[in-house]
């Protein structure tokens, strides 16, 4: 069960990836629901700091993990992140630059719309 799909803005959600395929749902979107508790809802520009840092923090995106149908993340690619590690790299100085009109409404919960729009690329 998803919750309405509506972006930061108010608007409809836009696509995040397809390739690679993301989102919680792996439907490309930044969709969330009851289920993900992770809530992996902002739509980021993966960068190599975010990805060093991240690796770092135990959440390595970068190395390939084929057993489950994971190629490895690259500066370049789009991903839906956690909120709260979004908010986590925003405080340690890496934060991705994100996509607003793909990022999920319900990130606002824990990220304000003043830090996103700093990062924004739309």
């Known amino acids: 069960m998803k919750l309405p799909s509506l972006n930061v803005l108010g608007q409809e959600l836009q696509s995040c990836s397809t390739d690679p395929v993301t989102g919680f749902f792996r439907d490309g979107c930044c969709n969330t629901g ?7 809802t902002v739509c980021a520009l993966m960068t190599a700091e975010f990805l060093a840092l991240s690796k770092y923090l135990g959440n390595d995106l970068s190395t ?10 690259k500066p ?14 925003h405080e340690e ?11 999920h409404q319900a990130t606002l919960a824990i990220v304000p719309l003043d830090i996103l729009r ?5």
Not at 34 to 40: E, S
Not at 66 to 72: A, L, W
Not at 118 to 122: K, L, P, V
């Open 34 to 40: 009851p289920m993900d508790r992770g809530l992996h």
């Open 76 to 89: 370049g690619d789009q991903w839906c992140l956690c909120a709260s590690r979004f908010l986590q790299a």
């Open 93 to 103: 100085g890496a934060a991705p630059k994100v996509r607003l009109a793909a990022t």
């Open 118 to 122: 700093q990062y924004a690329t739309d």
């Open 64 to 73: 390939p993990r084929p057993e489950y149908g994971f190629q490895g993340l």
